[in-house]
């Protein structure tokens, strides 16, 4: 069955890079697009990237300069690094599968707190 | 990018009551509107597709309609397991969401 599983550090202080890693079974990354997406405790959804399934990235321009996204087809992984971390960026980071346009399988989550 | 209004914010209905949640894209989105319902600690899961199409397991008391720039979300009948947070999700262009809905037993 199709399944995304976020992992990285909680805890991440200002200023520092944050790392993610999902790892998807049940599909394959060559043949679908993966997006992160994270939410602020409490509030709404916001795209964060995209990595296509023939290896293309999107970003939305508000984090552009600070994102980047990749991914080890061999592993199934696909990883987020966002550098120069604010108290704003504290919130629940998912990844998700794109079918379409549409996200049909989401991770559990992983809750990153930005703090000194 | 395409800018998502939904309302309300918050709603408190009862059991077995209809409720409506309301969706306005800045601009015609040819019926690319998604449905997502977000339970307390859990990730979004898919309810509606295309605007009005029904995701596999998803109970029949909800719906979904509309098309250019208004979509609703439709909840017959309201059971205590539908308390959940709604969001609203464009994707004729890159992904946007609504601010979604908080909906509460009364």
């Known amino acids: 069955q199709v399944q995304l599983t976020e992992s990285g550090p909680g805890l991440v202080h200002p200023s520092e890079t944050l790392s993610l890693t999902c790892t998807v079974s049940g599909f394959s990354l060559t043949g679908y697009s993966v997006y992160w997406v994270r939410q602020p405790s409490g509030k709404g959804l916001e795209w964060m990237g995209r990595m296509r399934y023939n290896g293309d990235t999107s970003y939305n321009s508000a984090l552009k300069s600070r994102l980047s996204i990749s991914r080890d087809t061999s592993k199934n992984q696909v990883f987020l690094k966002m550098n120069s971390l604010q108290t704003d960026d504290t919130g629940t980071y998912y990844c998700?599968?794109?079918?379409?346009?549409?996200?049909?399988?989401w991770g559990q989550g992983v809750m990153v707190t930005v703090s000194s | 990018d395409i800018q998502m209004t939904q309302s309300p914010a918050s709603l408190s209905a009862s059991l077995g009551e209809t409720v409506t949640i309301e969706c306005r894209a800045s601009e015609d989105i040819y019926s690319n509107l998604a449905w997502y319902q977000q339970k307390p600690g859990n990730s979004p899961q898919l309810l509606i597709y295309?605007?009005?199409s029904l995701a596999d397991g998803v109970p029949s008391r909800f719906s979904g309609s509309g098309s250019g720039t208004q979509y609703s979300l439709k909840i017959n009948s309201l059971q205590s397991e539908d308390v959940a947070s709604y969001f609203c999700?464009?994707?004729?262009?890159?992904?946007?969401f609504g601010g979604g809905t908080k909906l509460e037993l009364k």
């Open positions: 999700q464009q994707y004729n262009n890159y992904p946007t």
């Open positions: 998700t599968r794109d079918s379409g346009g549409l996200f049909d399988y």
């Open positions: 295309d605007a009005n």
